[in-house]
């Protein structure tokens, strides 16, 4: 096999199999063959699966048998076993960088149809490959050390969840929630699915334990502006907008709530969906936590437009009394943490039913969210659990239950959005129990994939729920005639596919399960936090299945309902595995860093400060008694923008240098 | 391996949006032409002008480099210094003789597998309709004229007849 | 022992370079008096066969001037390889290839209509075109015919220095006799000069802001010029992606750096590294806005090509024909 080389390079070659992802598409042993023909290439062999334990074993006999001093594998993508490749490299006793990847399972076998084609595709990368790695260099891997310190941004049920899961291990936790209170959708809703057992109760004495926690600094009524550094070393910029309350000072009491000058609740109540009415100074809910109240300045008479007034008499403060806590002078401040790991828990929203006319929500009264249906049949809800119509009196009598509001749909949200079946049905149930009336689900596809969920499907059945298949057509007050007792009521228009013909029911109320989506903002969020959303919105995970909760950048992962739609125990679930995966990585206390970062060559550069402005870390400084240009490696990220614009070829980046990527270029190219 | 002539195509896609969206189109098994080879590299700001050049006068057909969107790019903003980099070494291509179509840009997500395919495919036929760019060719054709003189004067001739590698400098058509 | 021989030799060039060796003056009756000078067309009588006839590798040295465009160029180029155990490409034209390469942007065809035919100083009715070969009572002569390509020395034949500028400073001159005659030659390939940009012996190099913000750019006679680094006035020089070695002598004199002394080792491509850097650092971040800054560049190859198009990776416009 040993054929004579100019250069001392011995470098050893491996196309793996993949089982047959890449066998059935790139003729493996044929590209084994061509490879051998290349110059230093000492070995050459094709295998089944090389990231299996005897495939890295077979590259570790072969570096100590053969004197291997390069090795280049062929498989799938670097994003995926790089980091495999590596370690069997450097466990062979060859310096982990003296390996190239060359990716012939996502970038040709899977996305080709022709086999000719695509092993001619494969030998070529692989030849780029075997170029590349002889100008290959050893590195040294950098060791980043973790500050222990993490962040949990969002602070519903999967912020809570993770930010307890941290503070129990003893790490110092900051949890940064918008609102003025943590518990996020869950704080909205009676009773989950399928037990039914009462979401206040499993909620509230988190929410308090966080509230209480001395390991959790919570933020609430917060926001992160900036993010800086990177892995391990994170400062990020929390603004802290003004709820006119001194947290510190205020015991929750609610004394100025009664008091305020404002004698009846009168402006809208976010909290529950605007179905209730709240005082310009309010809590959210009555478990909030913090147990903290604000003061709203768009509704409070102390301000107008925004701006402090002070014409208002303030019976607040007097009721407040010497606690002291209202503020009417606070003012928006920035703090700066510092830490080491991020967890994004900032989940969802739901669909705007108005963007399905045809279900009349906003123009019919008595068509309901399924959101707002949470807060009625909530007891410490607008109406405390007396499920009433718009006119605040009439109970319905007949309810109809449309699934799928803005999903699987392809004028809308094309996902199925995993809770809408399931809480529809809860709703159904708490709904019929509140109010006897006949209620009726609609929907295309039962969905209830989950322990103990199809059980709770039969259970809905037996109590009498009427279950049609077939997606509504519309919801409208047209009447068709007054026998079949339509006259003011709204009729839901649907195709009964099981039984074949369309149907005209009248209800009451109708109510809209609308599906889950990515915030409005999360693309902003995305771009603070460098991470990547997927099509629909919602944040991209590193891999699917082997990197669920992690994002791409490192250090900082997600879970919830931000990462796509799930339920309560699937979020709690990811939560808890989003909080192991930043332990792991505080606990083991650094971070190794790819070492891909530029370095000037003092004696190379000409000061001619090209490179100084382009560096977005400000890695890049002049050195103004030598008049030449330094990157601080610790803040260079590796992007290697500078190193393409000095004009004196005066930068290197190390694993992308010129002459790398030169012979990458030369090799993908050569002909036969 | 079809009978079609096969465009050659350089890819430079920064290793956050655009390689990770070929990942993507792979792993989703969409299918697309054959003829692109993807460098991977940290950030399209990384695209040194010179790779551009030198895969042009390697063999390739055309170029073609992936970023992220505006604002996405993971460092920031090393995508517009490509864009920048980009708007006039393609005015200056154009200047060398070389078409426009064969120097692409576009910014793809890392979601953006589906733009991953239609991009290369839409790439593969507009540089198969323009034909081969062929440069190495073009320098061997280009030094005809040396080696074919070389031998020439090996031969003893160069005193007494004028090369056949020179077109005659013929006299104007008029005189 | 006997003395080295030392050739001169020019091909497309201007002449300025054998001016530089004129230049050195004084110095050079010192360094004549330790060289055999066996050719020397400016200055003295040698014929083709006199080098013909001499043994392969008996001159120590040919430093060669200008591009190789002509056939005759070229013979003379081979010929003085075999001959000399150093060859020397002399100035920015046997370098890169210099302002005779510039004519790469052009058909052969076109250069040769308009030299000898359009021109506004050819009286109608005069137009021609040298002739190649003619033929006279029975003997034919033949004449250097243009070559459809502008080269570089190296891309003709081997070269083993060189000695950059247009023409190479005195005392860049110096130093390579100096290295020569004292047999402390760099490794094969090296290009005479410092291998870092010119920017690090330019006086202006102070005045260089810590943010460029490009946002327009103006050629040299658009623009009453300070005494700041000319690119913080917004004017192109190539400064930063040119060797270092002439003392910054334009930059001094108060014209910008045009790039005569090449790229550094490290790069392939002068051109591109200027573009490469001018262009990073534009503060434009629309399509269009950008197109606007760079309108200040209109001609791009003529700028960061000045001298170095035939050497260049493109090497030449590539849609023009082999052979016109
Ligand atoms: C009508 C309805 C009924 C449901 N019923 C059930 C049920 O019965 N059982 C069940 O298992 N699941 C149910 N679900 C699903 C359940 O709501 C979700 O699984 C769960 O809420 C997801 O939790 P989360 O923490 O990921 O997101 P969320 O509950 O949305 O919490 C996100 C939190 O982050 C905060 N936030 C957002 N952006 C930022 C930011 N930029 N900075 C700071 N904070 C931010 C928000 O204010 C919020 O507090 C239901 C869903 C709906 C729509
Ligand atoms: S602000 Fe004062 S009165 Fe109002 S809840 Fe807090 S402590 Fe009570
Ligand atoms: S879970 Fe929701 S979106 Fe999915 S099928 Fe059921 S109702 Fe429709
Ligand atoms: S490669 Fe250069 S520009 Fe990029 S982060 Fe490092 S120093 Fe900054
Ligand atoms: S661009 Fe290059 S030569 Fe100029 S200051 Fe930076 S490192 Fe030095
Ligand atoms: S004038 Fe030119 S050479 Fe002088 S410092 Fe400025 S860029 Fe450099
Ligand atoms: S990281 Fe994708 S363009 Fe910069």
């Known amino acids: 096999m040993d054929k004579p080389s100019k250069s001392n390079i011995r470098i050893g070659f491996y196309v793996c199999h993949c089982g047959s992802n890449i066998a059935a598409m790139v003729d493996c042993p044929a590209v084994a063959k061509y490879v051998e023909t290349l110059p230093n290439v000492v070995l050459s062999r094709d295998y089944k699966y090389m990231c299996s334990d005897p495939g890295q074993e077979l590259i570790q006999k072969d570096i100590a048998e053969f004197k291997l001093n390069r090795v280049v594998v062929a498989s799938c993508s670097p994003l995926l076993h790089e980091h495999t490749f590596r370690g069997a490299v450097e466990a062979g006793g060859l310096n982990p960088f003296f390996f190239q990847m060359v990716n012939i399972r996502e970038h040709d076998s899977w996305v080709h149809t022709d086999k000719a084609e695509a092993t001619a595709k494969a030998k070529e990368l692989a030849r780029a490959a075997v170029l590349r790695v002889a100008q290959h260099k050893a590195l040294e891997v950098k060791k980043v050390p973790i500050h222990p310190d993490a962040l949990v941004v969002g602070g519903g049920i999967a912020g809570i969840h993770a930010a307890m899961t941290l503070a129990n291990a003893g790490k110092k936790v900051f949890l940064v929630e918008r609102e003025p209170s943590i518990g996020g959708h869950m704080a909205k809703f009676d009773k989950t699915f399928p037990t039914l057992d009462c979401a206040a109760c499993i909620l509230t004495p988190k929410m308090s334990a966080v509230g209480t926690h001395p390991n959790i600094t919570l933020l609430s009524y917060s926001e992160v502006t900036k993010l800086d550094g990177y892995v391990g070393n994170y400062t990020v910029t929390v603004k802290r907008k003004p709820r006119y309350i001194i947290e510190d000072k205020c015991t929750g009491c609610q004394d100025c709530i009664v008091n305020c000058v404002y004698k009846e609740p009168k402006f809208r109540d976010e909290f529950n969906e605007g179905l209730g009415k709240r005082k310009p100074v309010y809590i959210p809910f009555p478990q909030a936590t913090p147990q903290v109240v604000a003061i709203d300045p768009k509704t409070c008479l102390n301000f107008r437009n925004g701006e402090l007034t002070n014409k208002c008499k303030k019976s607040c403060v007097t009721a407040c009394g010497e606690k002291q806590a209202i503020d009417f002078n606070q003012q928006e401040t920035f703090l700066d943490l510092k830490v080491g790991t991020i967890i994004i828990t900032t989940g969802f929203q739901t669909f705007d039913a108005k963007r399905m006319p045809q279900y009349g929500y906003g123009k019919y009264p008595n068509v309901y969210t399924a959101l707002e249906i949470e807060r009625l049949v909530n007891t410490s809800g607008p109406t405390g659990g007396h499920v009433v119509m718009r006119d605040g009196k009439t109970e319905p009598k007949s309810i109809g239950i449309i699934h799928c509001v803005g999903s699987r749909d392809k004028k809308t949200n094309r996902w199925c959005s995993r809770v809408c079946c399931m809480y529809s049905m809860k709703l159904a149930h708490l709904l019929k129990e509140h109010t006897g009336a006949e209620v009726y689900s609609f929907y295309i596809d039962m969905r209830t994939p989950g322990k103990g969920y199809e059980e709770f499907y039969d259970k809905l059945l037996e109590e009498g729920v009427h279950f049609i298949r077939g997606r509504v057509g519309e919801v409208t007050d047209w009447a068709m005639s007054k026998e079949e007792m339509e006259e003011g009521k709204l009729i839901i228009r649907v195709e009964d596919t099981l039984a074949g013909y369309v149907r005209r029911i009248p209800f009451d109320m109708v109510v809209l399960a609308t599906g889950m989506e990515a915030q409005s903002d999360a693309q902003d969020v995305r771009r603070l936090f460098n991470m990547s959303c997927g099509s629909e919105g919602f944040f991209l995970e590193r891999h699917p299945k082997l990197a669920p909760v992690s994002t791409f950048t490192e250090g900082i992962f997600i879970a919830g309902a931000c990462q796509g739609p799930r339920d309560i125990p699937d979020t709690v679930a990811q939560a808890g595995a989003a909080a192991a995966e930043a332990l792991a990585l505080i606990d083991k206390g650094h971070i190794e860093q790819e070492p891909n970062t530029a370095y000037i060559i003092e004696e190379e550069c000409c000061g001619c400060k090209s490179c100084l402005p382009l560096c977005p870390y400000t890695a890049i400084t002049f050195d103004t008694g030598k008049k030449k240009a330094v990157i601080n490696e610790a803040l260079c990220k590796g992007c290697g923008t500078c190193v393409a614009a000095c004009p004196s070829g005066s930068i290197v980046q190390n694993l992308f240098d010129d002459d790398e990527i030169f012979s990458e270029i030369q090799g993908v190219l050569a002909h036969e | ?175 | 022992m006997s003395k080295p021989k030392v050739a001169f030799y020019w091909c497309a060039s201007c002449g300025g370079c054998e001016e530089t060796v004129v230049d050195l003056a004084e110095d050079i009756l010192g360094v004549v008096e330790k060289v055999d000078i066996v050719l020397w067309p400016v200055a003295m009588d040698f014929k083709y066969k006199d080098i013909e006839a001499m043994p392969d590798k008996s001159i120590t040295a040919t430093f060669l001037n200008g591009a190789i465009r002509m056939t005759e160029q070229e013979e003379m180029a081979r010929l003085l390889r075999r001959k000399s155990v150093y060859l020397i490409a002399y100035g920015s034209c046997a370098h890169l290839g210099g302002i005779p390469g510039l004519a790469n942007q052009f058909p052969r065809e076109q250069i040769l209509k308009f030299n000898y035919e359009d021109a506004p100083t050819i009286p109608k009715g005069e137009q021609t075109r040298p002739l190649t070969a003619f033929t006279e009572e029975g003997r034919t002569t033949t004449l250097p015919a243009l070559h459809n390509v502008v080269r570089t020395l190296d891309q003709v034949v081997d070269v083993d220095y060189y000695v950059p500028g247009c023409p190479p400073t005195p005392k860049i001159t110096r130093a390579a006799v100096d290295a020569l005659l004292s047999g402390k030659l760099p490794p094969k390939g090296s290009v005479i000069a410092p291998d870092h940009a010119l920017c690090d012996e330019c006086s202006r190099k102070d005045t260089k802001p810590d943010k460029w913000d490009f946002v327009e750019f103006k050629r040299p006679h658009q623009k009453l010029m300070d005494e700041k680094c000319f690119l913080a006035q917004g004017v192109v020089c190539m400064g930063p992606a040119t060797r270092a070695g002439c003392d910054a002598v334009c930059t001094e004199g108060g014209m910008p750096c045009t790039g005569c002394f090449g790229p550094t080792s490290r790069v392939r491509d002068q051109g591109a590294k200027i573009l490469s850097s001018l262009c990073s650092n534009l503060a434009a971040k629309e399509e269009d806005e950008i197109e606007a800054t760079l309108a200040g560049i209109p001609d791009p190859v003529g700028t960061f090509y000045r001298y170095g198009l035939a050497k260049s990776i493109l090497r030449r416009k590539i849609n023009l024909p082999a052979k016109s």
Request: glycine share 6%; proline share 5%.
């Open chain 2, 1 to 175: 391996m079809s009978e079609q002539w096969q465009p050659r195509i350089v890819a430079f896609f920064c290793n956050w949006c655009t390689y990770t969206a070929a990942d993507l189109a792979g792993v989703s098994r969409l299918k697309y032409a054959a003829n692109t080879r993807v460098i991977r590299l940290m950030c399209s700001g990384r695209v040194d002008p010179q790779f551009i050049l030198d895969a042009l006068a390697k063999g390739a057909d055309a170029v073609l480099i992936g970023g992220c969107h505006p604002f996405d790019c993971h460092y920031a903003e090393g995508n517009y210094k490509c864009l920048r980099r980009f708007q006039l070494l393609k005015r200056m291509l154009k200047d060398m003789g070389i078409e426009e179509q064969r120097v692409r840009l576009e910014w793809i997500s890392a979601a953006e597998g589906e733009k991953v395919k239609r991009v290369i495919n839409e790439m593969t036929e507009t540089i198969r309709a323009l034909g081969p760019l062929g440069i190495p060719q073009k320098f061997a054709a280009w030094d005809q004229e040396m080696e074919a003189f070389a031998a020439h004067v090996e031969a003893g001739e160069a005193l007494k007849t004028p090369c056949s590698a020179h077109a005659p400098q013929q006299e104007p058509a008029h005189v």
